[in-house]
């Protein structure tokens, strides 16, 4: 159907009050509890417009999508009111409609009283759907609202520009986190290091995060990690017309769970490479005699393009950011006062401009140099001088962010495994959430000879075939391997059966290594090179020896310690002919809840 054959069931559902609401509950991982609701609204099921998106669509073509939101709102509240449900209600609305007449406070706070909720049980929460904004009007709007007591919350932060942009105008109470930088956190350093950057800007304005779209338990753990505190999605409940007011038992069993979760590490370095080239966002330009009629024309063609360049000849002269064609025709007369006068009249004719050669780190230096406006509302690129695109703030933030966690990684560049600072950083979040784990140090006996005798490129791949055996063996949400160098590795285990595997890995590492050996050294047990002092000794083949330390909170509260300690059973476990594992005795009594089965008295050979 068209939208005109679509309006009069549009009519039909506000005029009759034919809205579902559903709600989604809003968890706090720090209680424990629901600390309330998103109603999320329906047409009727036997509706056209039964889909929200076909609903809201339909509304905004005929102007009628205030009224729409407030029925939305008014369903909403009677149902929350009904069902008793215990939190706050997120109750969703265009900023369109926010700025509407008839959402002024009184009306609010009339519509509360009449189904017996208090404005500190609702936030309104903003969705950003439309190109033209006036922050100063929502600002109003929103103080207004705060001043009644009642909070705001915006929607899908990272979905687009215009969200961060509302989240510094309008200064929310909640923030919600869009669930694509949510979906697979677990496997994603990149998603990590961007709700990590969210949070601590959040902490900064006064906000509360909030983590949307989470589906599976390894995702609700990195949260949790992370200090996100409230989360939302179909692992903690679905939307339904009577929702859950319990979490499932998985969430709480998450919650309660000792176990501190394993980040993934980026792949590569390549980032410590980026120019602003990687940032470039082809966009049209206009020449500086372009009549600013046409660029809001070109504005409204393009509503997530924040900015247009002005031109001569291919060289950048200025640019024209989306608020300061807004503000300048929003008015009454806008258009008859302004339409034909040139774009360059109000055009910004010192913006940054920067060559796409210029690295990431001088381009941030330039931004904040620049000010707030280099940030929130772009700059210029250009090849050899002439105009090649626009780059915006929230890219350069993306980006940068991206190199940070490069940078920090100091990755083995062989094996591809984290190397001395995530594993410092991992073990430092199991010492501080005080869990009980066990520090493993790998290393590899007899491999300066080896490393003689068949070259460096051979003892790569022992070094390999060791790490390969390291990730086959251990479990990837519990167990953080890392990488120390050379022929050394450590992994930090939180699984209870970390004694079978570590045994399971010495008999695999002497079994498959043999292939990486001469059968004639092999059958002779070793092979002949020069020692230390230079004079040809008897080498036996490459073993395994593994170093193992129970850490618990009463005995180790530093880095410093745990390695030390480790470093001493790895040394004691080298005395002993052959692959072997020496376990420290000396916290075994405390070490032996973690295990399921007796540890051995003695080391094993």
Same mark, same amino acid.
């Given at each position: 159907m068209s939208h005109d054959e679509l309006r009069p069931h549009l009519e039909h559902i506000l005029e009759n009050a034919r809205l579902m609401t559903l709600l989604q509950p809003v968890f706090d991982l720090v209680e424990g509890r629901m600390m309330g609701y998103e109603a999320l609204s329906r047409g009727p099921s036997n509706s056209p417009l039964h889909a929200p998106q076909a609903l809201f669509r339909v509304a905004e073509q005929h102007g009628m999508l205030a009224a729409l939101d407030w029925a939305c709102v008014r369903m909403a509240l009677k149902t929350f009111a009904q069902l008793d449900l215990s939190g706050r209600l997120f109750v969703n609305m265009s900023p369109i409609s926010l700025l509407d007449a008839s959402f002024a406070p009184d009306a609010m706070l009339a519509a509360l009283d009449q189904v017996g909720l208090t404005s500190s049980q609702v936030v309104?929460?903003?969705?950003?759907?439309?190109?033209?904004?006036?922050?100063?009007?929502?600002?109003?709007?929103?103080?207004?609202?705060?001043?009644?007591?009642?909070?705001?919350?915006?929607?899908?932060?990272? *979905?687009?520009?215009?969200?961060?942009?509302?989240?510094? *105008?309008?200064?929310?109470?909640?923030?919600?986190?869009?669930?694509?930088?949510?979906?697979?956190?677990?496997?994603?350093?990149?998603?990590?290091?961007?709700?990590?950057?969210?949070?601590?800007?959040? $902490?900064?304005?006064?906000?509360?995060?909030?983590? *949307?779209?989470?589906?599976?338990?390894?995702?609700?753990?990195?949260?949790?990690?992370?200090?996100?505190?409230?989360?939302?999605?179909?692992?903690?409940?679905?939307?339904?017309?009577?929702?859950?007011?319990?979490?499932?038992?998985?969430?709480?069993?998450?919650?309660?769970?000792?176990?501190?979760?394993?980040?993934?590490?980026?792949?590569?370095?390549?980032?410590?490479?980026?120019?602003?080239?990687?940032?470039?966002?082809?966009?049209?330009?206009?020449?500086?005699?372009?009549?600013?009629?046409?660029?809001?024309?070109?504005?409204?063609?393009?509503?997530?393009?924040?900015?247009?360049?002005?031109?001569?000849?291919?060289?950048?002269?200025?640019?024209?950011?989306?608020?300061?064609?807004?503000?300048?025709?929003?008015?009454?007369?806008?258009?008859?006062?302004?339409?034909?006068?040139?774009?360059?009249?109000?055009?910004?004719?010192?913006?940054?401009?920067?060559?796409?050669?210029?690295?990431?780190?001088?381009?941030?230096?330039?931004?904040?140099?620049?000010g707030k406006t280099a940030f929130t509302q772009g700059f210029v690129i250009t090849a050899e001088g002439r105009y090649l695109g626009l780059g915006s703030g929230f890219d350069l933030m993306r980006e940068v962010t991206e190199m940070q966690i490069v940078a920090a990684r100091y990755a083995n560049p062989l094996t591809g495994l984290p190397g001395n600072v995530p594993i410092q950083e991992h073990m430092e979040r199991l010492l501080v959430n005080e869990q009980t784990f066990v520090t493993a140090y790998f290393d590899l006996d007899h491999f300066k000879p080896y490393n003689d005798v068949y070259g460096f490129r051979r003892g790569d791949n022992i070094i390999q075939l060791l790490a390969r055996i390291l990730q086959e063996s251990c479990v990837p949400e519990l167990d953080f391997i890392g990488h120390i160098g050379g022929d050394d590795f450590v992994v930090l285990f939180q699984s209870l059966d970390w004694e079978v595997r570590c045994?399971?890995?010495?008999?695999?590492?002497?079994? $498959?290594?043999?292939?990486?050996?001469?059968?004639?050294?092999? *059958?002779?047990?070793?092979?002949?090179?020069?020692?230390?002092?230079g004079t040809m000794a008897f080498h036996t083949l490459v073993s395994l020896s593994i170093g193992a330390v129970l850490v618990d909170p009463s005995h180790f509260h530093q880095y410093q310690e745990v390695a030390r300690a480790a470093s001493e059973a790895k040394h004691l476990a080298k005395r002993i002919d052959g692959s072997s594992l020496f376990v420290d005795q000396r916290r075994m009594p405390f070490g032996r809840r973690l295990a399921e089965e007796p540890l051995p008295e003695a080391d094993c050979a």
């Open positions: 309104i929460e903003i969705t950003e759907n439309t190109a033209a904004l006036d922050y100063g009007d929502l600002r109003q709007a929103v103080s207004l609202l705060r001043a009644a007591g009642i909070e705001v919350a915006i929607d899908d932060l990272g *979905e687009g520009f215009s969200s961060l942009r509302l989240w510094s *105008e309008l200064k929310p109470a909640f923030v919600k986190i869009d669930k694509h930088f949510i979906a697979d956190i677990h496997q994603d350093p990149h998603k990590i290091q961007f709700v990590r950057s969210i949070k601590q800007l959040a $902490e900064g304005a006064h906000s509360f995060v909030i983590a *949307e779209g989470v589906e599976n338990v390894s995702e609700l753990a990195v949260l949790k990690d992370l200090g996100i505190r409230y989360a939302q999605g179909y692992l903690i409940g679905r939307p339904s017309p009577v929702p859950i007011r319990l979490p499932p038992r998985e969430v709480l069993a998450c919650l309660q769970s000792g176990t501190v979760s394993v980040f993934p590490t980026p792949r590569g370095r390549d980032g410590l490479h980026v120019s602003a080239g990687k940032l470039v966002m082809p966009a049209p330009c206009v020449a500086p005699a372009t009549p600013s009629q046409d660029v809001l024309e070109l504005m409204m063609l393009n509503p997530d393009q924040h900015a247009v360049a002005v031109v001569d000849n291919g060289i950048p002269v200025g640019i024209i950011h989306r608020p300061a064609v807004l503000d300048r025709f929003i008015g009454l007369y806008g258009r008859e006062l302004y339409g034909k006068k040139p774009c360059s009249d109000f055009m910004d004719a010192d913006p940054l401009i920067v060559d796409k050669a210029t690295r990431m780190t001088e381009l941030s230096e330039l931004v904040v140099k620049k045994h399971g890995m010495l008999v695999r590492f002497d079994r $498959e290594c043999l292939a990486l050996f001469n059968p004639e050294h092999v *059958e002779a047990g070793g092979y002949y090179s020069e020692d230390r002092r």
